[in-house]
């Protein structure tokens, strides 16, 4: 049991905030290590001297630790706080040339501003993003899909990076493969991953002709789950809230005259419009504030449940293909100088 420093009143251990007044419980150093209760300006562990806020999140016990899940219970990001995160993501961008000599190209370095692409000539995809590492987009297709592709799988790589920023900044650590398989593993989660699909097939659709929209693999996705009507409202409504927030950004490095490059493209590979997909769209979003609220709320739930011993050798599956990856760029830049 513990008193409120506000009230006096006596409330559970467990409780984050004070039953009668409402006030915040401030989070205890519980070190991650050992379990030691240590004071709160302390950042090393009485008991047995480790850091107790690591710079770097290494290992699953760590990930799953009581210090962590509490500082997500008590999270609480302001817009201003939020927005900053989003301006970091995008601004590099900022401080890059988009160049091409045609209109596909420039998509593509504008892609390549945030993390590699690379076309493929095999399988029935038209593109996907492997482990938050790579673009990949089949260069079979006519050009305007190529783009929609390349576009779309941005998307997905937006996504991933704000809730890989946002947990950073509530954890107080750097990224790492550890923190990074989590994510993977929340957004691949059978709801989650109709929310994902809603909000790349969103963002590309803002930036294509009006009739060309395909809303394909979230219909499929949503076929093959099966999710209850409110649960897919509500996916649908989350993933366009994180579509809003990426569109923002994108549109101003896609610039109207690109716009309006890519449109005559799709005029020239004479592509076939198909309106259908226009009747998924949605304007209705989640305020900032309440959208952060659900979001932190999921993936502390999320964070307490992941830590069983099946879901943790799914988290060590993918935590390797991370390592594999991040090797393999090592050793290429080795070989090509």
Known sequence: MKYCDICGTINFKENNYCTHCGNKFVIEHICPYCGCTNKNQATQCVKCRNQINPLRIDDFDILFSEYNINLLSNADISDEEYNELLRNIFIRADYSEIYGIGIKERILSLASVFTQCKSKSRGYERGYIFLDNCIYYDDRLDDSVQIATIIHELAHYFLFSIIESLLCHVLKVETSATLQSFIWYFLTLPEFKIMNEYCAHTVEGRFIPYGYQNYGSFNLLVDRIGVDEESLRDMVK??????????????????EDLRQDIKLQYR????????????????????LNLKNTILLGVLCNILKEASDENTRKELEEIRKGLNYLDFVEVEDSYFTG
């Open 268 to 287: 020239l590979d004479l592509n076939k419009q198909a309106f259908e997909s226009i009747l998924l769209e949605t304007d209705d979003a989640f305020p």
């Open 238 to 255: 989350l993933g366009n809230t994180f579509a809003n927030e990426i569109i923002v950004y994108l549109e101003k490095y896609i610039s």
